[in-house]
């Protein structure tokens, strides 16, 4: 649905037809719709004071498949109408029940059962190539999604000689980074609403330098794709404060995977190499200084022994 709003356009279209049952329905959802995007039909059916069937005929009646096909309509409604203090007070004001956990685990299946759909293979193939065949990759995510940026550019460092992380905490330490990209490098960009403007600038820099730039992003109308010419994209919007990144957290360990077996041979080098320093610097717990061997004894010298031998 184009318009955000569509669930309650069609709720006003509708409401001067609809029977008393539906009218109260439709009025508790037009005024509790961050409360109602929580709730199964049988649950609003008993907050409203009428059975999950008229609910059902509801959902069907306002031109949706069923109810599930409804609540992902009031997602898109709560998703567009709260600001990010109204989606903290929604996310608390439920995580109190027990079917909170089991609510949240099933809206992020929600998120990734479409992501093959939404990914464009072609342009997935396209970015695998553009990085192969550049020079140098910058990465930028900033705020939430620096974590997904620094976990790139980490597995980026395992098959490539020359990646650059791009950290700032202003659009001048951005510029400083990128003051050599040119036609033979690329930017990968990551972002996410509300979208950085940081990260658009550093986009628009490497595109007006001739530079390669793909996104990874949540919607084909995301500004990040004005300097693009390659677009990832995968969902992550949630009901709450904090939005989900599981999808374009897969969408990255893809990209990564497609990226080693490409690179096969150099990773496994790499990886060879990094094993032998682990070892001999003792990185991991496996490696440890030698445990203590409990079977020495310390022998104390008695009073009076001579110290000299």
């Given at each position: 649905m184009s318009n955000t709003n569509d669930l309650l356009n069609r709720i006003n279209a509708k409401y001067s037809t609809m029977s008393k049952g539906h009218k109260l329905l439709a009025t508790y959802i037009t005024d509790n719709y961050d409360k109602a995007v929580f709730l199964t039909a049988a649950k609003m059916g008993e907050t409203v004071g009428i059975s999950e069937s008229t609910v059902v005929r509801f959902a069907t009646s306002l031109g949706y498949k069923g109810y599930p096909d409804f609540q992902k309509a009031l997602e898109e409604l709560v998703r567009n109408k709260l600001n990010s203090v109204q989606r903290m007070e929604v996310t608390y004001g439920v995580s109190a029940s027990r079917r909170f956990l089991r609510l949240y685990c099933s809206l992020i299946v929600t998120r990734l059962r479409p992501?093959?759909?939404?990914?464009?293979?072609?342009?997935?193939?396209?970015a695998v190539d553009t990085i192969l065949q550049s020079r140098k990759i910058y990465i930028v995510?900033?705020?939430?999604?620096?974590?997904?940026?620094?976990?790139?550019?980490?597995?980026?460092?395992?098959m490539f000689e020359d990646v650059c992380l791009l950290t700032t905490n202003s659009s001048s330490e951005l510029f400083e980074q990128m003051v050599r990209i040119g036609k033979d490098d690329v930017i990968i960009g990551i972002s996410f609403p509300r979208y950085s403007m940081r990260t658009l600038k550093a986009l628009e820099f490497a595109n007006n330098r001739s530079a390669k730039v793909i996104t990874i992003t949540d919607s084909i109308h995301s500004p990040m794709n004005l300097y693009s010419s390659c677009n990832l994209i995968a969902d992550s919007d949630m009901a709450s404060i904090v939005d989900s990144l599981v999808a374009p957290l897969s969408v990255i360990n893809a990209l990564i995977v497609a990226l080693c077996m490409k690179k096969q041979s150099i990773v496994a080098k790499t990886l060879t190499e990094l094993e032998d320093i682990w070892n001999e610097y003792q990185v991991y717990e496996n490696d440890e200084i030698d445990y203590i061997d409990d079977s020495i004894k310390v022998h104390y010298a008695k009073l009076g022994d001579s110290q000299d031998e």
């Open positions: 992501l093959w759909k939404k990914i464009d293979a072609d342009a997935f193939d396209l995510g900033i705020r939430s999604c620096a974590p997904l940026a620094s976990f790139l550019a980490f597995y980026m460092n395992l």
